[in-house]
């Protein structure tokens, strides 16, 4: 097995002096606290230590400090430590990247993801030294749980369900760590810490110029740190945005559109390659065919793939990735729709309550038969606080499908490719995603990833939007 593979860009913090026999052996360490940090060096990790508390990071971050945006992670660091114990909400909203924040004030170690949970983070509950880690996997190894039947293949299939339910991982006492909420990390609980107001009023709307704005200067200082930059390109208008905003690198761009040579081509995979190409053509941008071989039902990679995640999208698309794409920072799109209502207008749920039953109803696309996939949801409407009645721009739909459909489900996707890249998604803070959905709400807008490609790349929409052709002006 190869050893760099596994685990690829993880991180795993447990107590001091505890014995982890199955770290890859290339990781580095730092002490954090009364813990020890550990980490694959493909990733930055920075522990900093202020007046009244500890910060580290793992990933990527960027932040606004002192008028301008920085990735530095131990300034950023360094700003949060000063912050607390008190409140600093403001700069931990403001944060964008790909990353786990543990910090320590008052003897207590408390973590969160990024805003939409793209850096995957699992803990355990075994009464045990402290775990979380990157890979559900390597947190059962370390602290000895076993396997539940919750992330078998067949038990999904039987569920229809593309992922395990709730916060499941598919071992005993491990669970995942959503986004917008902290875990005590001596208590083992979780706490909600967004949205604060469920009318967002603590935010302030954030126009379409202003929010391509602050992800430009994201990447700007992103991008001269993280190699060759990555875009996946379909024909739609969720990577059509991402393109917009990546305009000034246009120049530095690779992007790229699968094409699966090991069955039939669908009808979108042909349409993607052919439209992908023109959109590509039209901004002058690199692009690459990436052809999709059949992976061999017995290999070493695909032994490490299924360490890396016990469940997956394709571990074909992850192969591909490894061997025909340079190492770099990889842009996707998915997150773009949490600014929308997904699951109204797709018509899979209108309830103005969103209890544990109609989860599992989303989640299994209404197929769910087993009475614990709703005690599954269950506990995770317990355990996250989650808001299963609301009003106003973040209703508990949208909720839900950041939390769950992102935070869960796109985050296993995501941790296939690590093997090759790094991942970013462009509007990945608290601050950007409630500011644009406030702003799409107060102009009655449903598509704020066409208002982004109206704003900063219009001449994209000369080609057709998923074989719908989209006016540039908004007419």
């Not at 002490?31 to 230590?49: G, N, Q």
């Not at 009475?371 to 721009?393: L, M, N, S």
């Amino acid at each position: 097995m190869n050893e760099k593979l596994l685990y690829s860009r993880g991180f795993l913090l447990t107590g001091e002096g505890h014995k982890i026999s199955d770290l890859p052996s290339h990781w580095a360490s730092l002490t954090f606290s009364d813990c020890t940090l550990y980490y694959d060096p493909r990733v930055e990790a920075i522990v900093t230590e202020g007046t009244s508390a500890t910060v580290a990071i793992v990933g990527y971050a960027s932040a606004e400090i002192d008028g301008q945006r920085t990735a530095d992670l131990r300034s950023i660091a360094g700003r949060i430590a000063g912050r607390l114990p008190g409140n600093a909400n403001s700069l931990l909203d403001d944060l964008n990247g790909r990353y786990v924040l543990f910090m320590v004030s008052d003897g207590r170690i408390k973590v969160q993801t990024d805003a939409t949970g793209l850096r995957p983070v699992y803990f355990s509950r075994i009464q045990h030294p402290p775990v979380v880690a990157s890979h559900a996997d390597l947190a059962a190894r370390a602290s000895g749980a076993v396997s539940s039947y919750a992330a078998d293949r067949g038990f999904l299939n039987a569920q229809n369900l593309r992922c395990p339910p709730g916060r499941e991982t598919g071992y005993n006492g491990i669970v995942a760590l959503t986004p917008n909420v902290e875990l005590d990390l001596e208590t083992r609980a979780t706490t909600r810490i967004f949205p604060r107001r469920p009318d967002l009023s603590d935010f302030e709307p954030l126009s379409v110029a202003e929010v391509v704005a602050s992800a430009r200067e994201h990447v700007a200082s992103l991008a001269e740190q993280r190699g060759q930059l990555l875009l996946s390109l379909s024909a739609g208008k969720d990577s059509r945005a991402s393109l917009a905003i990546l305009r000034p690198w246009a120049e530095e761009l690779l992007a790229f559109t699968y094409d699966v040579t090991y069955k039939e081509k669908s009808r979108a995979n042909r349409f993607d390659v052919v439209a992908a190409a023109q959109v590509a053509s039209k901004a002058g941008v690199r692009h690459k065919v990436l052809p999709i071989p059949k992976m061999e039902s017995e290999s070493t990679f695909l032994d490490v793939l299924k360490r890396n995640r016990k469940w997956g999208h394709s571990a074909s698309v992850a192969r591909a990735y490894s061997e025909q794409l340079p190492d770099g920072l990889h842009f996707r799109s998915n997150g773009y729709a949490v600014l929308g209502d997904h699951y109204r207008s797709t018509g899979q749920s209108a309830a103005e309550t969103l209890d544990a039953s109609e989860m599992a109803a989303i989640a299994s696309r209404r197929k769910a038969q087993a009475p614990f996939v709703v005690d599954i949801f269950r506990e995770f409407v317990d355990g996250t606080q989650f808001p299963v009645v609301g009003a106003g721009v973040l209703d508990p739909l949208r909720l839900f499908y950041w939390e769950y459909r992102l935070g869960v489900w796109a985050t296993s996707i995501v941790a296939e490719s690590d093997i090759a890249h790094e991942t970013c998604f462009l509007l990945n803070s608290r601050r950007l995603i409630a500011g644009s959905m406030l702003d799409a709400a107060n102009r009655g807008s449903t598509s704020p990833q066409i208002d982004i490609v109206r704003e900063a790349w219009p001449d994209l929409l000369e080609v057709d939007v998923n074989g719908t052709h989209v006016d540039s002006e908004g007419s």
